[in-house]
Each structure stands twice: as structure tokens, then as C-alpha cells.
């Protein structure tokens, strides 16, 4: 096909997916408007829920103890050295490993997969029943890796979880965004129609994000943090230019299914 046609459909392409996805963002913030209250929060929960729609994102220290996270972590390392294929990734060549539903290796993580309060707060904020999909561990390493970009996970709202395992740091790769960066939505528009060459379209070049990137803030906090975020804001993974960094990725679906079920998993103990 012509260049120039073949630009064109994915054009029309990409503004039929950008209108899906834009009535689809303001169906669930009319709901979230005028749904609240219809789950009972505390007022501490109510917090919570300001600050995602705010600032994208937050952090609650010491979620859990320093010691625990510490052990988990350390329990789960042993598992790089273990040539399993379930074990995705060599800790001292690739760029990371993962674990897929992890809590099958370590059964007390089910407590923090199906955590009501987390599980509560996804739903108050996605306005819309959501369960775990999967327990991930991932182990970012310091070898050489692509340049970790801004991106978006999707252009819709998108309430994820993730529990430090180490002391974060500039040093090893805190989790960064733009705060209330969700909500520019002129800005995605744009951006779902222009689309991109090289990456995903969810994904940001340094030129696209350089009126903003000032704003960055990044969340360095010990062990046993507990981050909550929209990863429909502009967000990325911090280089570990120091030290590795492991966490538990908590990933929300809107039914009960489990993802990821083609990967290699883990036996159920
Ligand atoms: O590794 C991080 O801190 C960010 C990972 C990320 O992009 C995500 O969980 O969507
Ligand atoms: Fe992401």
C-alpha cells in the first residue's frame, strides 16, 4: 500500500481508538462524580482516594514492617540463582527478573494479593468492581538497560499497587510521575492521534514530555511502602544507576480472572 494511505489509515485508526477511550475516560468521571459515597469509605479511605484523583499517585510507610519486606525480598532473591522456568530473566545480564502470581511460591503473599483495603481502594477509585489479575515480583538490576521512558499504561484510569521490598533511592530507581498528570487530557488526545513510530503509543519521547518533566516527583521510601497509583498518569521506572530494586507489582482487572496464565508459572504449593 501507498505510503501516504497507509498513514492515513492508521491515523483514522488511532482517532477511532483515541474517541473510544476519551468517552470511556469521561463516562468514569462522571461516575467516580457522582458515585461517591455509593462504597463507604472512612475518612481516612476517602483520603486515599482525594489524593490518586489529585496527584496520581501516593505512598503509605511502613505498610508493612521494614523487617518483613526485607525477608520476602531476600526469600524471593534465593530464587534468582535457581535455574526454574518460571524464573524470567537472569539477574546478571538482563535487565530484570520476574516471578508471574508469586504468592504460589510464598503462600502468606496471598494476604497482600487479595488485601481488602487495597482492593477497596481500587474500586473506590476505578468506579468499577476490580480484583487482583496478578501477583508480580519483579528485581530491576543495574545492567545496561534502555533508557527507562515516560509512558502511560493506558489512556484510561488505572489503579495499580506496588510494595517496596528494598530502601528505595535516587540511587536505585524510585517510582517517578507527574503528579495530576492523568487529567491532561488534551495532551493524550493529541497524543493517541499522532501515535508513534518506534515504541507503543503509551509511550513518551524526551521532547513530548519536556514541559513537564520539572514536575517530576519520585517516591523514595523503605521497605514495606505500599504505592498506590494511576497508571493511566505519565509515570516511569527511575534507572537503578546504584543498586537493584525489588517490589511486588499488584495488577487490577475489573473481573476475577487471573492474567498472565500463558507465562511460566510457579507450581501451586
Ligand atoms: O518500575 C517502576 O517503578 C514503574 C513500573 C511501571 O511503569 C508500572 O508499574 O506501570
Ligand atoms: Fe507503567
Request: aromatic share 12%; charged share 25%; with cysteine.
Amino acid at each position: 500500500m501507498h505510503n501516504t494511505q497507509l498513514s492515513k489509515n492508521n491515523i483514522l485508526r488511532n482517532l477511532k481508538l483515541c474517541v473510544k477511550n476519551e468517552l470511556s475516560y469521561a463516562y468514569y468521571n462522571i461516575r467516580s462524580k457522582i458515585s461517591s459515597g455509593s462504597i463507604k469509605l472512612d475518612l481516612y479511605e476517602q483520603s486515599c482516594v482525594t489524593q490518586l484523583k489529585q496527584n496520581s499517585a501516593f505512598v503509605i510507610e511502613n505498610y508493612w514492617p521494614r523487617e518483613k519486606a526485607l525477608r520476602i525480598r531476600d526469600q524471593l532473591a534465593a530464587y534468582h540463582e535457581r535455574n526454574e522456568p518460571y524464573v524470567l530473566g537472569d539477574a546478571k545480564v538482563d535487565e530484570w527478573v520476574r516471578i508471574y502470581h508469586v504468592e504460589r511460591l510464598i503462600p502468606e503473599l496471598k494476604e497482600f494479593r487479595y488485601d481488602p483495603f487495597i482492593l477497596k481502594m481500587a474500586e473506590a477509585y476505578n468506579c468499577m468492581p476490580s480484583f487482583s489479575g496478578a501477583l508480580v515480583y519483579q528485581h530491576d538490576t543495574t545492567n545496561a538497560h534502555e533508557k527507562s521512558y515516560y509512558h502511560v499504561d493506558t489512556f484510561l484510569r488505572q489503579f495499580k499497587s506496588m510494595m517496596y521490598l528494598d530502601d528505595v533511592d535516587v540511587g536505585n530507581g524510585p517510582f517517578s510521575y507527574i503528579p495530576g498528570s492523568h487529567r491532561k487530557r488534551d495532551f493524550f488526545i493529541k497524543k493517541q492521534i499522532k501515535g508513534n513510530n518506534k515504541y507503543k503509543n503509551t509511550v513518551f519521547d524526551d521532547k513530548e514530555v519536556s514541559s513537564f518533566v520539572n514536575e517530576e516527583k519520585q517516591i523514595c521510601a523503605p521497605a514495606g511502602s505500599l504505592l498506590m497509583m494511576d497508571v493511566g498518569a505519565i509515570h516511569r521506572g527511575a534507572p537503578q544507576s546504584e543498586r537493584s530494586r525489588s517490589v511486588l507489582m499488584n495488577y487490577i482487572v475489573p473481573n476475577k480472572n487471573d492474567l498472565y496464565l500463558h507465562k511460566k508459572l510457579p507450581p501451586s504449593i
